[in-house]
C-alpha cells in the first residue's frame, strides 16, 4: 500500500512536470513566432534600405556628374563639396526599432 502511494504521488509529480513543460513549449512557440515575424520585418527593412542606398548613390554620381560638366562650361567654380554631404538620408530618421511597430 505504502509503495503504491509513493507511486501515486511520483505520477502527480510527474503530470504536474508535464504541464508545467507544455505550457513552456506553447510560451516559446509564440516567441518564436513573433521573433520570425521581426526577422521577416527587419529583412524588408534592410531590403528597403538597400535599395535607397542604390538610389542616393546614383544620385550622387549623377550631381557629381552634372556638376563637373557644370565646371567645363561655368566659368565661376564652386567650391568643393564634401563627400560626405551627398550621403546624408533625406528621408527622415529610419531604425530597425520602428520597423517594429509596423506588424501586419
Known sequence: IEKNFK?????TMLQQQNEELR???EQNTVI????????????EY????AEEKKKLSRTNEELLWKLQE???????KLPPASSTS???????NSSPAK?????R
Open 86 to 92: 551627398f550621403y546624408r538620408c533625406s528621408s527622415g
Open 23 to 25: 505550457a513552456r513549449i
Open 46 to 49: 534592410i531590403e528597403k534600405e
Open 32 to 43: 518564436t513566432r513573433q521573433l520570425s515575424e521581426e526577422n521577416a520585418n527587419l529583412q
Open 7 to 11: 507511486l501515486q504521488e511520483k505520477i
Open 99 to 103: 520597423v517594429r511597430t509596423l506588424r
Open 70 to 76: 557644370g565646371d567645363a562650361v561655368s566659368p565661376v
